[in-house]
């Protein structure tokens, strides 16, 4: 995917000196409801769930913002769209997210990109991983297995990177989720090495 992207991207170092840092591409966090815990068959197991997923209370709401079309796509249609239920008990903020949204619909859940991990499912604790994470270098790759090409106009891949990059992203490095969905996390109450799945810290109490 890089070979395909490389023209858009030289043009966007081109760009990228004017950009300015206050254009963040980070996702929001928000408590976990425990609505969402009749979807799942693990209602019980919510009881003694642990505590919601949030410790930055100031951070701002993704479920306030006016995306009620993209929430309404949401009712599950697909059985993928109805297996990320078991994910939305801990991960809500995730409901209306716009990458996770657009392939439920397609019926490619949050299964089939990180793995049905029902151990990091049942871990109360929350220090067992998903069965698949993307260090920034693989996300292409995972990507083109199913997105061969890129037929969009340069204006327009440009325009793209100015609104939504990460601030600290360097043009040569673009990851395809820079560009695309909302789906990096604001705050982080788990850190695992994304390569190895080692538990690198963690400030959720029992
Ligand atoms: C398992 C296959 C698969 C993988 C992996 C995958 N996609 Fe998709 N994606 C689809 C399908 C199927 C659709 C819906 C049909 C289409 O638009 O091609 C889609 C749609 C999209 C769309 C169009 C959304 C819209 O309606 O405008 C974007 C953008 C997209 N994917 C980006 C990504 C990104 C970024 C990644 C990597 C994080 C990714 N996809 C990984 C299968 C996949
Ligand atoms: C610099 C920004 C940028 C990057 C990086 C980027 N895209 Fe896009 N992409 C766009 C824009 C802009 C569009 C057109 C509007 C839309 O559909 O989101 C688009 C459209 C798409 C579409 C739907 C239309 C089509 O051509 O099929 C898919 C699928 C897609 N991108 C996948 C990817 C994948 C996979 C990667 C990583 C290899 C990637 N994109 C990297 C900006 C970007
Ligand atoms: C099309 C593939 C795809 C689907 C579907 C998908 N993810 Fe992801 N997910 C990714 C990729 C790629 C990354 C790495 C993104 C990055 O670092 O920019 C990621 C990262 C994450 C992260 C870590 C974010 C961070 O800041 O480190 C979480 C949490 C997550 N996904 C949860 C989910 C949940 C929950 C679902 C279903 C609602 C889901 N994902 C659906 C591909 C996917
Ligand atoms: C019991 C609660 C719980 C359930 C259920 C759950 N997760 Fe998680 N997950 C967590 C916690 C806690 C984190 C750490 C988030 C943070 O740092 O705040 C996490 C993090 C992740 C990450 C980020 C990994 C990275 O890159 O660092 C992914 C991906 C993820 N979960 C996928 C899933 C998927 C897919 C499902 C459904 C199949 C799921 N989770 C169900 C609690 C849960």
């Given at each position: 995917m890089k070979r395909i992207l490389l023209p858009s991207l030289v043009a966007?170092?081109?760009?990228?000196?004017?950009?300015?840092?206050?254009?963040?591409?980070?996702g929001e966090h928000e408590p976990a409801?425990?609505?969402?815990?009749?979807?799942?068959?693990r209602a019980s197991a919510q009881s003694s769930a642990p505590p919601p997923l949030v410790v930055d209370t100031d951070a701002p709401l993704l479920l306030d913002e006016p995306v009620?079309?993209?929430?309404?796509?949401?009712?599950?249609?697909?059985?993928?769209?109805?297996e990320n239920a078991a994910c939305f008990v801990c991960h809500?903020?995730?409901k209306s997210e716009p990458l996770a949204v657009?392939?439920?619909?397609?019926?490619?859940?949050?299964?089939?990109c990180h793995g049905k991990s029902f151990a990091h499912?049942?871990?109360?604790?929350?220090?067992?991983?998903p069965e698949t994470m993307y260090p920034r270098g693989k996300i292409d790759?995972?990507?083109?297995?199913?997105?061969?090409?890129?037929?969009?106009?340069?204006?327009?891949?440009?325009?793209?990177?100015?609104?939504?990059?990460?601030?600290?992203?360097?043009?040569?490095t673009a990851a395809c989720t820079d560009c695309h969905g909302?789906?990096?996390?604001?705050?982080?109450?788990?850190?695992?090495?994304?390569?190895t799945g080692k538990l690198l810290g963690s400030n959720r109490g029992p």
């Open positions: 966007l170092a081109l760009v990228a000196c004017t950009l300015s840092s206050s254009c963040s591409t980070t409801s425990s609505e969402d815990a009749d979807a799942v068959d009620e079309a993209e929430a309404a796509s949401m009712t599950p249609t697909t059985e993928a769209a109805a809500a903020n995730y657009w392939h439920a619909a397609a019926n490619v859940g949050c299964s089939s499912r049942n871990d109360e604790n929350n220090t067992t991983p790759a995972a990507c083109g297995k199913c997105h061969l090409g890129h037929d969009v106009p340069a204006k327009d891949v440009i325009a793209r990177w100015r609104q939504q990059y990460g601030g600290a992203t360097a043009p040569e909302k789906h990096r996390l604001k705050v982080r109450t788990v850190q695992w090495d994304k390569e």
